[in-house]
């Protein structure tokens, strides 16, 4: 069954709104990754995308907004070599980063007691290590001698915890933490962040849990799962101008899962 889809969210931006600015998303493989890097491609950014899996970034390339090419540059974010690489990469062909969208991340479910240091580190290293090495290279590479920078960092509600996410609601807080934190130091310098905590995302990766999307979209107040298009929109509106006088806050952008209590990936 096809991913559900809401373009018409992104009606609220200007065309061009994003014209001349270099963009950086990672994990753009799918999901929310590919949503923004198409989203910003179609307002006027030049794109790059990196991820683990060649065939899925060159699938997010393929399927761009007509005549507008995205740079596709493998990379594990994990690694820092290999993100000391795909900077030397897009900066060679950009020249500069303006905008950058920390979206990869992932976890598996499992109870706290039984998940082990491996598999603890292994997730908090995705979405907290790797969120931090890219920022501060991309910040101290590009954006803070330039004297300009957005990044946007997806992290997840409910954002007091949900059972079997021990490990990776630990990594999300960290990094709505480190947001504030790099936002409150770089400010005076130009450069904004924020985060976006979004809900049940309908992608690729909710479907691979097994669980029941009518069972989960009773549980939301809103009613039904988010879709990725939104995610991009929020991310887009805060890189965009209009997004100038917001820093150091997370959005949260979740349909209501913060105000319910409920098992998040229920079979």
């Known amino acids: 069954m096809p991913l559900p889809r809401r373009p018409e969210s992104t009606a609220v931006l200007s065309a061009n709104c994003l014209n001349d600015r270099l963009a950086l998303v990672t994990g753009g493989g799918s999901g929310i990754g590919r949503a923004t890097a198409h989203l910003l491609t ?27 090419p995205i740079l596709v540059v493998p990379c594990d974010v994990r690694e820092p070599e290999h993100v000391d690489a795909m900077l030397d990469t897009v900066l060679e062909e950009f020249g500069r980063i303006d905008l950058l969208v920390n979206n990869a991340g992932g976890q598996f479910v499992a109870p706290a007691e039984a998940i082990t240091y491996k598999g603890f580190r292994a997730v908090t290293r995705l979405n907290l290590d790797a969120t931090w090495y890219v920022t501060t290279q991309t910040a101290l590479r590009s954006m803070l001698p330039n004297g300009y920078g957005k990044v946007v960092s997806i992290t997840m509600t409910p954002r007091n ?42 992608t690729e990766g909710f479907d691979s849990y097994g669980a029941d999307p009518a069972l989960v979209s009773s549980k939301i107040p809103a009613g039904r799962l988010q879709t990725a298009d939104e995610v991009a929109t929020l991310a887009a509106f805060l890189l965009s101008a209009a997004g100038d006088y917001i820093t150091g806050t997370t959005v949260v952008a979740d349909g209501g899962a913060e105000l319910a209590t409920w098992p998040m990936y229920e079979r």
């Open 42 to 68: 179609a307002l006027g950014a030049r794109v790059a995308i990196c991820g683990r899996r060649i065939d899925a970034l060159e699938d997010t390339a393929a399927t761009a907004p007509a005549g507008q």
């Open 161 to 202: 915890g949900a059972p079997g996410m021990a490990h990776s609601f630990a990594a999300r807080a960290a990094v709505e933490s480190l947001t504030s934190t790099l936002a409150g130091e770089w400010a005076s310098r130009g450069v904004r962040l924020t985060a976006i905590a979004p809900g049940i995302v309908h």
